[in-house]
């Protein structure tokens, strides 16, 4: 218990931590207070505690993924919760697990791990994404959308917030029939068929996941606008060098997270030389509040190889670089986080059907990935930003008023 005294000692202030080690000596940190869990883990070995010092995330993960972790009181949402919440960004306050030499390491392995060129790019896809659509179909909406949903009330159904992020986003686009879009990194084709719903428009979407692609061709015959949208296995490097100036509008949601910063210049020049003089583009990605950081070592190795989380900075800058004119930037605080909690209790929900698929060491990874996000946008550095690009000044009216009419239209449509 030594081992892990000085640092809970330092992180538990307020909330109660009772810590049991595998001789069945317990511990208690912090103090009860309202607001705040209390939380009960016990060790099985000896191992898992020295894991848990050596590298507070990833040690913790493993050890839970393995079982040598157990929760006897609360869950993991409750104790990865607790730590957030003591620690809260928006406070000043910060998790330090790491020595300023392990954050700068951390630093250059996630600049060197997501430099992602084609075939990198395209196995970091297929690691996450080409796990099975079943997986996902258990957790998600029913319209498959794997990005934060959007919440203007905050007793919608998940089914209802995502309809309505969709409504949203189709909103600032700023549709006209005949139009041509693009939609970058197009998941399972939800959002491209939906714009094809909502306007009379001609919607690319490309993946580079063999799984979404597959479905998202069936989705769009099922829904009547095959001949209307199509899906592609493509990189969007490639696909700006085949089709220079084609496309009227660009839509990429929750792929920016996958480009990886060293590609930021690459990425908005790709969009800015796929786009006609008067384009306009909607990217909704996650983003780091402050300044630029690290990807942690969990989730570098076990959920998104190659991905990193960019701070607005950085994102603002790359795009400066290929004259692309910010129009319109949206703050998206706790959308995210009311996201996840949904994910996160239809994964519970379906324990029995995920763990024969995928086994119980998968399961626990992924509560663990849902829950440690969560707490980011709950407590910790994370949102999400959309923003608006586009090539000209003249391009869009000089008011945001025809977002809101356009948003009133297709949520009374009902297709979104």
Same mark, same amino acid.
């Not at 990194?185 to 979404?212: F, N, P, R």
């Not at 969009?271 to 003089?277: E, S, V």
């Given at each position: 218990?030594?081992?892990?005294?000085?640092?809970?000692?330092?992180?538990?202030?307020?909330?109660?931590?009772?810590?049991?080690?595998?001789?069945?000596?317990?511990?208690?940190?912090?103090?009860?207070?309202?607001?705040?869990?209390?939380?009960?883990?016990?060790?099985?070995?000896?191992?898992?505690?020295?894991?848990?010092?050596?590298?507070?995330?990833?040690?913790?993960?493993?050890?839970?993924?393995?079982?040598?972790?157990?929760?006897?009181?609360?869950?993991?949402?409750?104790?990865?919760?607790?730590?957030?919440?003591?620690?809260?960004?928006?406070?000043?306050?910060?998790?330090?697990?790491?020595?300023?030499?392990?954050?700068?390491?951390?630093?250059?392995?996630?600049?060197?791990?997501?430099?992602?060129?084609?075939?990198?790019?395209?196995?970091?896809?297929?690691?996450?994404?080409?796990?099975?659509?079943?997986?996902?179909?258990?957790?998600?909406?029913?319209?498959?959308?794997?990005?934060?949903?959007?919440?203007?009330?905050?007793?919608?159904?998940?089914?209802?917030?995502?309809?309505?992020?969709?409504?949203?986003?189709?909103?600032?686009?700023?549709?006209?029939?005949?139009?041509?879009?693009?939609?970058?990194?197009?998941?399972?084709?939800?959002?491209?068929?939906?714009?094809?719903?909502?306007?009379?428009?001609?919607?690319?979407?490309?993946?580079?996941?063999?799984?979404?692609?597959?479905?998202?061709?069936?989705?769009?015959?099922?829904?009547?606008?095959?001949?209307?949208?199509?899906?592609?296995?493509?990189?969007?490097?490639?696909?700006?060098?085949?089709?220079?100036?084609?496309?009227?509008?660009?839509?990429?949601?929750?792929?920016?997270?996958?480009?990886?910063?060293?590609?930021?210049?690459?990425?908005?020049?790709?969009?800015?030389?796929?786009?006609? +003089?008067?384009?306009?583009?909607?990217?909704?990605?996650?983003?780091? !509040?402050?300044?630029? *950081? %690290? /990807?942690? @070592? =969990?989730?570098?190795?076990?959920?998104?190889?190659?991905?990193?989380?960019?701070?607005?900075?950085?994102?603002?800058?790359?795009?400066?670089?290929?004259?692309?004119?910010?129009?319109?930037?949206?703050?998206?605080?706790?959308?995210?986080?009311?996201?996840?909690?949904?994910?996160?209790?239809?994964?519970?929900?379906?324990?029995?059907?995920?763990? +024969?698929?995928?086994?119980?060491?998968?399961?626990?990874?992924?509560? !663990?990935?849902?829950? *440690? %996000? /969560?707490? @980011? =946008?709950?407590?910790?550095?994370?949102?999400?930003?959309?923003?608006?690009?586009?090539?000209?000044?003249?391009?869009?009216?000089?008011?945001?008023?025809?977002?809101?009419?356009?948003?009133?239209?297709?949520?009374?449509?009902?297709?979104?």
């Amino acid at each position: 218990m030594s081992i892990l005294r000085p640092f809970l000692s330092r992180v538990i202030r307020h909330g109660r931590l009772t810590v049991i080690d595998p001789d069945g000596h317990a511990e208690h940190f912090g103090e009860p207070a309202p607001g705040f869990p209390e939380v009960a883990v016990r060790f099985t070995t000896r191992r898992a505690m020295r894991r848990v010092i050596l590298d507070p995330r990833l040690g913790a993960a493993e050890a839970f993924m393995d079982g040598e972790m157990e929760l006897t009181e609360g869950d993991i949402m409750t104790l990865i919760g607790l730590l957030r919440m003591n620690t809260p960004w928006d406070r000043g306050a910060k998790l330090r697990d790491k020595t300023w030499l392990g954050r700068r390491v951390e630093g250059v392995k996630t600049r060197l791990g997501s430099v992602n060129r084609r075939r990198r790019s395209r196995a970091n896809v297929q690691h996450h994404y080409d796990i099975g659509n079943d997986l996902y179909r258990l957790f998600l909406d029913a319209d498959m959308q794997y990005s934060c949903a959007y919440w203007p009330r905050a007793d919608m159904t998940l089914d209802e917030a995502q309809a309505a992020k969709k409504a949203h986003i189709a909103a600032k686009l700023a549709l006209k029939p005949g139009q041509r879009v693009l939609d970058i990194g197009c998941g399972w084709g939800g959002m491209a068929i939906t714009l094809a719903k909502l306007e009379q428009v001609e919607v690319l979407g490309i993946t580079l996941s063999d799984e979404q692609l597959a479905l998202a061709r069936q989705r769009a015959e099922a829904a009547g606008v095959a001949g209307r949208v199509r899906f592609e296995l493509i990189d969007y490097r490639d696909l700006a060098a085949r089709e220079p100036g084609r496309f009227d509008r660009i839509v990429s949601v929750g792929m920016f997270e996958h480009v990886g910063a060293p590609n930021y210049d690459v990425f908005f020049r790709a969009c800015a030389n796929l786009m006609t +003089a008067d384009g306009v583009m909607l990217l909704h990605s996650i983003g780091r !509040f402050g300044k630029p *950081g %690290a /990807t942690d @070592a =969990f989730t570098r190795k076990y959920i998104f190889p190659g991905g990193y989380i960019p701070a607005l900075s950085e994102t603002l800058a790359a795009s400066e670089k290929s004259r692309l004119i910010v129009t319109d930037v949206e703050t998206l605080r706790l959308h995210y986080a009311l996201t996840l909690r949904q994910w996160y209790a239809r994964t519970l929900a379906h324990k029995a059907e995920i763990v +024969a698929m995928m086994g119980e060491r998968f399961f626990r990874m992924w509560t !663990f990935y849902l829950a *440690g %996000a /969560t707490s @980011a =946008f709950e407590s910790g550095g994370m949102g999400n930003y959309q923003i608006q690009f586009a090539r000209s000044r003249h391009a869009l009216p000089l008011t945001r008023d025809y977002m809101a009419e356009a948003e009133a239209k297709y949520r009374e449509m009902g297709l979104a």
